[in-house]
């Protein structure tokens, strides 16, 4: 996993830098044009949020697997107060040297934007994006995969779901049955076959579930007073996007 880290950093570095040097080079026409072309309504609005707000949902990784944290009280809330801007201002700084090649049409169009920055950016170093990207994938796979067994395993080992998920594999310790439920559901929604349906659907449906855990939780400060809690976030920092995403997203699909 940090290796993966390491190398999917290193690509956005490249491709940061080469958009620094276009930026010098005063490559800032499609800077300027904005929102220009694009069209605001109810039913692409929330299509819009979801998108965006998968790429930086990497961050749930983090709080399902505070049990194999050491001193979580801290080092979980240093790793969003931390994390999250980091990936923001990375991200953030890739679109715009994307911005400093290639048009939102051309964009839109490509298969791979990264690749065919590297291509008219890099040079000789655009070998450096492919790989980049490969090893992006995998890391994202992995911390996917991670979380989300460790959480059938903790819900199984509630109750809450069939038992067998909560064995561990006697050799290495992990969750090894439900590392296989995971999978088997992966390949179930690769049958889907159109990324862009299924980033949409899968998003709608994780979101949704984030609302209702976050509403449990507001709700269990008042029903269960007494219970200790580790963590304790200010109720005033609650965001309802994914609430909003979600009645727009079923408005716009009803219309």
Not at 82 to 88: Q, Y
Not at 198 to 212: D, P
């Amino acid at each position: 996993q940090n290796v993966f880290t390491i190398c999917k950093v290193t690509a956005c570095i490249f491709v940061i830098v080469g958009g620094l040097y276009q930026l010098y080079l005063g490559n800032t026409k499609n800077l300027m044009t904005g929102f220009e072309g694009t069209t605001l309504s109810i039913d692409t609005l929330p299509i819009a949020f979801y998108s965006g707000l998968w790429a930086y949902d990497g961050w749930t990784a983090t709080t399902v697997v505070s049990e194999e944290i050491k001193n979580p009280q801290r080092n979980i809330l240093l790793s969003i107060l931390l994390a999250v801007p980091f990936v923001t201002m990375i991200y953030v700084l890739m679109n715009v040297s994307y911005l400093t090649v290639l048009s939102v049409a051309e964009m839109t169009s490509v298969q791979a934007v990264a690749v065919e920055f590297g291509t008219r950016a890099l040079g000789s170093f655009s070998f450096i994006i492919p790989l980049g990207v490969a090893m992006a994938t995998f890391g994202c796979a992995l911390s996917v995969q991670f979380g989300i067994t460790r959480l059938c395993f903790a819900a199984s080992r509630e109750g809450q779901m069939l038992e067998v998920f909560s064995y561990v594999s006697v050799k290495r310790l992990t969750p090894a049955p439900a590392v296989v439920l995971q999978g088997l559901l992966t390949l179930i929604c690769l049958l889907c076959g159109d990324i862009v349906a299924l980033i949409e659907f899968a998003s709608f449906l994780v979101w949704m579930f984030y609302g209702i855990s976050m509403a449990a939780l507001l709700v269990m400060r008042y029903t269960k007073r007494d219970v200790k809690r580790p963590f304790k976030v200010n109720t005033s920092l609650y965001c309802r996007t994914n609430d909003i995403n979600a009645i727009y997203h079923l408005y716009g699909g009803a219309k």
